[in-house]
């Protein structure tokens, strides 16, 4: 079951990289953004539930590998990215941007009125979007 789930959440990032196309990269992370926002909005159930595995380590050991991988993946499309965009670290452009998204789902979850627009709002102003 938890594969499952975490399969689900690959393809959904799978999905967003599918439809960059020949997207600038300042559309690619617009794009991103927003899709990661909408995610976070619409799909609470399933971020409880994988931040509530998160806090059992022993419940996830078996996905410990391709959460990794992931990460990896996620962390150096970002990166790419910000290097497109000239930033002079992309890496820690990529961690940063990461821990925000990762922060506003975790946030969302958690309380009842999370102003999730205006975390975008931020994101697009910060990154000039």
Avoid at 54 to 72: A, F, G, N, W
Avoid at 99 to 110: E, K, N, P, W
């Amino acid at each position: 079951m938890l594969f499952g789930i975490f399969d689900m959440l690959v393809e959904a990032g799978q999905h967003i990289i599918d439809e960059w196309g020949n997207m600038e990269p300042r559309d690619k992370l617009r794009y991103t953004i927003d899709q990661s926002i909408s995610f976070i909005e619409h799909q609470s159930d399933v971020m409880r539930f994988m931040f509530s595995l998160s806090l059992q380590p022993e419940v996830i050991t078996d996905l410990e590998v391709v959460m990794e991988r992931e990460k990896k993946r996620s962390i150096d499309l970002f990166k790419g990215i910000f290097a497109e965009l000239n930033y002079p670290d992309p890496e820690q452009e990529a961690f940063f941007t990461g821990a925000v998204l990762d922060g506003a789902g975790v946030g969302f979850i958690g309380v009842k009125e999370y102003p999730l627009e205006k975390i975008k709002m931020r994101l697009y102003q910060y990154y000039n979007l």
